[in-house]
């Protein structure tokens, strides 16, 4: 992982810090202090390939650390453990997904914040377990910004996959979710018909604009005034094809990291009931210049410095 966290050096005092001066790499969870960034590649794709996507998201957990080794340390008191990467070599996506839940458990429960770089958006439901098991008696907030709702029911003979997330959640009880960015084009009326039957609340990307922030704040803190703890998945798809155009599935309507975007995203990035936060769908291989995963970077890194 060192030859990855690499940047420009401009001195060793706290003033001149980028956020490579200031990983650590670990592997032991008893290390863990209280608001740590705890950080997991989940450098898995097997949910796309089973979604029938395009894959190589798999490969975007290092790029992704890449892109954010730069950035400047704006916080004295910044800390973040690197734990590397969960790989699904052998195809079995389920017991992958229980790998990083027992590792973001162990994250949680010694006070830490975790940070999961994907990987396809199949790191959703894992995550989510995760903080689940950590907090079993809680109630948990998920805000997903995304095109889709990922709530499929998974195919026989398929399993789980990247579509499938929101639909595994809700099965194991009621779901406290708010779904940002939903394209009516990339939802089929089945999907929104079981995103009302389980209670998924959502807003459409066409709702997305500055003049709306005041209804968009008030159906956030909705969501996030009713839970215990929240969760924020970030699927980069919800992004336009021209500032994201490394995804699994490319959307040429999406939404722009634009002043409007910002002021909402940095609203729920403030709420102290944040305990977990990921970034999924980014894929090298059709990315252009890095505009996907410098973006995704920049969004994680907003988290890190709030």
């Not at 401009?10 to 990983?23: A, K, M, S, T, V």
């Not at 029938?52 to 453990?81: C, E, H, T, Y």
């Not at 709306?212 to 919800?238: F, G, H, K």
Request: net charge negative; with cysteine; hydrophobic share 40%.
């Amino acid at each position: 992982m060192s030859n990855i966290w690499q940047g420009r050096l401009d001195g060793e005092e706290l003033l001149h810090h980028r956020i490579f001066q200031r990983i650590r790499e670990e592997r032991n969870y008893d290390n863990i202090a209280t608001d740590d960034f705890v950080l997991h590649g989940f450098a898995v794709d097997e949910g796309v390939r089973r979604n029938k996507g395009r894959q190589g998201a798999k490969d975007a957990p290092d790029v992704i650390r890449k892109n954010m080794s730069n950035f400047p340390v704006i916080l004295p008191d910044f800390s973040m453990l690197d734990f590397g990467n969960i790989t699904c070599d052998d195809g079995n996506l389920e017991n992958t997904q229980n790998n990083l839940a027992k590792n973001v458990s162990k994250v949680l429960l010694k006070g830490g914040k975790s940070l999961v770089l994907g990987g396809g958006h199949e790191v959703t439901y894992a995550h989510y377990l995760g903080v689940k098991t950590a907090f079993p008696e809680q109630k948990i907030g998920i805000i997903n910004l995304d095109a889709h709702f990922d709530n499929r029911q998974p195919e026989k003979g398929v399993g789980a996959s990247s579509g499938t997330g929101f639909w595994q959640i809700a099965q194991e009880g009621p779901i406290n979710s708010l779904h940002i960015g939903i394209q009516r084009n990339s939802n089929t009326l089945k999907l929104f018909d079981t995103a009302h039957h389980y209670g998924m609340k959502y807003i459409l990307a066409d709702e997305l604009f500055f003049e709306n922030l005041p209804s968009i704040y008030q159906r956030i803190d909705e969501l996030l005034d009713t839970v215990d703890y929240a969760y924020l998945t970030i699927c980069m798809d919800v992004f336009n094809a021209s500032v994201a155009p490394g995804v699994s599935a490319a959307a040429y309507n999406g939404i722009f990291a634009d002043p409007a975007f910002m002021h909402f995203y940095r609203h729920i990035l403030k709420n102290k009931k944040l305990v977990a936060m990921d970034v999924a769908e980014v894929n090298p291989s059709f990315d252009i210049q890095d505009r996907t995963a410098r973006l995704a970077a920049c969004l994680v890194n907003e988290w890190l410095m709030i």
